[in-house]
């Protein structure tokens, strides 16, 4: 291929020496070439953010996969009887299993590698190259919580430095390597430099006040995932985090705020519930009855019976549906549309009486069953909260009931937990609510009627968060394996893959083992029953 040169005659470059040999650089520079000298490596964080939300290609790919289809039907959030809902029923769809893998290795890891890459060392920067490291650890902590041990210090490394077969790091190495690095770039943020960041922070606009405290609330997260495989570097960490500063109140919550476009700015699990597959899922009977059980007011805003689930938004006759607290009825898992035995009309709620008693279709008495409430978190501009204060308040009190705190007593943390929680709700954005309005419920009678039991700190402390982590899949999946609270009762349906037992972790991508097979064959050989979903990661030994 020729390069394009600006080739001069001898003739004429004597002829136009005088008057062109100042231009000659600029004439030859490709203008829409970009050099590390002009790069805004904030737009690189830009990008990290909001793909890590979910919605990579603007078609919910990996929220759709991972988040819904099994993280969300797994801890019975959520219910499916479509087939390809595969975690509903723990059947096995490998490409489904990589969806995450394989949107956020080639995109989100790589941009934000670069990002810490190209700022490193930059003084007028280096608030930008904090903040890209801490995301970059929470980045790394759900990747390696989904499939266990992968690749970390040569990730994102194939422009940079040419590794396309990236070694995987043990998952125990990047636990490790995530607590000295969100200490580290926590430390080193400072308040009183100038913000370069601004806008291309989706979270905090480059606020290094709340980075800090993302920073210590996620190395809290971090912290309890070692409960039960490292409790001695469990409680370090978690005094490390404490002293930091975590996260004190609902303004500090970690969000991407979406727009209401079906694009790539739309939060991608709103997107799927709403307009890509509007009457796939229904909320979990496991899920409804524990909120009913309870008498948990947040359930008019979690759940709403639509009679024509299947009208996707924006379309004529979109059904917002039912939000009355009464109406709401979860679906059980583990059922299909078969006309066999594992029909879902053969379930023990089953509504008997048809929405409309001119039509005998099955689906018509399924549309009795909740699905996810249309006007706050299943619509394309629901915001994707990353980590929250309410959580990060349960956790504390879960640490406090181990005796690993002593700024506060695990009641009181419950108490916070709660108020957060019910605070949170505002967050997803109903037209009536207002986050800086109070809380959207007053959660003073929920308090009175659920107070703090010593007796069942544990469960009670890990259902909470099970409920506050409604939509945020990926950790409630994850605080599950840790905790083992809730306590499920898995489906054991034909054809499942794990024995009638919830999966632990996904399956990396099909393509590893032909193009990185040195790599993956050590990681394989480090999982206790090979690259299964039932393989569980390093700390879980539920």
Not at 281 to 303: A, H, M, Q
């Amino acid at each position: 291929m020729k390069h394009k040169l600006i080739i001069l005659s001898s003739a004429a470059a004597l002829t136009m020496a005088m008057g062109c040999k100042k231009n000659f650089v600029a004439i030859n520079t490709d203008p829409e070439h970009v050099t590390s000298s002009v790069m805004n490596y904030a737009y690189m964080l830009t990008s990290a953010e909001l793909i890590t939300s979910g919605n990579s290609d603007g078609n919910c790919y990996e929220d759709w996969r991972n988040n819904l289809i099994y993280a969300a039907t797994q801890i019975q959030h959520l219910s499916s009887t479509v087939g390809y809902w595969d975690g509903d029923k723990y059947t096995y769809n490998p490409s489904y299993n990589s969806a995450y893998w394989d949107q956020n290795y080639p995109n989100t890891i790589t941009n934000i590698v670069e990002c810490v890459y190209h700022t490193k060392g930059d003084t007028t920067q280096a608030n930008l190259y904090n903040i890209a490291r801490i995301f970059k650890a929470f980045m790394f902590q759900r990747m390696t919580d989904m499939y266990g041990d992968c690749p970390y210090t040569q990730a994102g490394l194939g422009y940079l430095a040419g590794i396309t077969a990236p070694v995987y790091d043990k998952q125990q190495v990047i636990y490790d390597s995530l607590f000295a690095e969100l200490q580290d770039a926590a430390q080193n943020l400072s308040t009183t430099a100038t913000n370069t960041v601004g806008a291309g922070d989706l979270i905090y606009g480059g606020d290094p006040t709340e980075w800090k405290k993302f920073a210590y609330s996620e190395m809290l997260r971090l912290a309890m995932r070692l409960v039960n495989v490292d409790p001695t570097t469990a409680q370090k960490w978690v005094g490390v985090a404490i002293a930091g500063g975590v996260f004190t109140s609902n303004t500090d919550d970690a969000i991407v705020v979406h727009q209401d476009e079906h694009d790539q700015t739309a939060n991608g699990s709103g997107s799927v519930l709403v307009y890509q597959d509007p009457d796939a899922s229904r909320l979990s009977e496991t899920f409804v009855n524990y909120l009913k059980s309870t008498n948990d007011p947040r359930l008019t805003y979690i759940g709403t019976v639509c009679m024509h689930p299947e009208i996707a938004w924006g379309s004529a006759g979109f059904d917002y549906g039912d939000t009355t607290w009464g109406h709401q009825l979860g679906q059980p898992n583990g059922y299909d549309f078969s006309g066999g035995t594992t029909d879902i009309s053969h379930s023990n709620n089953w509504p008997n009486l048809p929405a409309d008693p001119n039509s005998d279709s099955l689906a018509v008495y399924q549309a009795r069953y909740s699905v996810v409430n249309r006007y706050t978190y299943a619509k394309l501009g629901s915001p994707t909260l990353f980590l929250t204060d309410a959580e990060t308040q349960f956790l504390l009190a879960e640490a406090a009931f181990r005796g690993w705190v002593t700024s506060g007593s695990a009641a009181s943390y419950y108490t916070a937990g709660v108020q957060a929680a019910f605070a949170q709700i505002a967050e997803s954005g109903a037209p009536t609510l207002s986050k800086t309005g109070g809380p959207a419920v007053d959660p003073t009678a929920y308090l009175v009627a659920n107070p703090y039991n010593a007796a069942n700190a544990l469960e009670q402390i890990n259902d909470q968060i099970w409920v506050c982590t409604f939509m945020d899949e990926y950790e409630s999946w994850a605080n599950w394996r840790r905790s083992g609270f809730p306590v499920l009762t898995p489906v054991n349906y034909p054809g499942n893959v794990t024995s009638g037992t919830i999966p632990r972790r996904f399956t990396y991508p099909q393509g590893e083992p032909t193009t990185n097979t040195t790599n993956y064959n050590a990681a394989v050989a480090d999982l206790k029953n090979g690259d299964k979903m039932t393989s569980p990661v390093w700390w879980d030994t539920q």
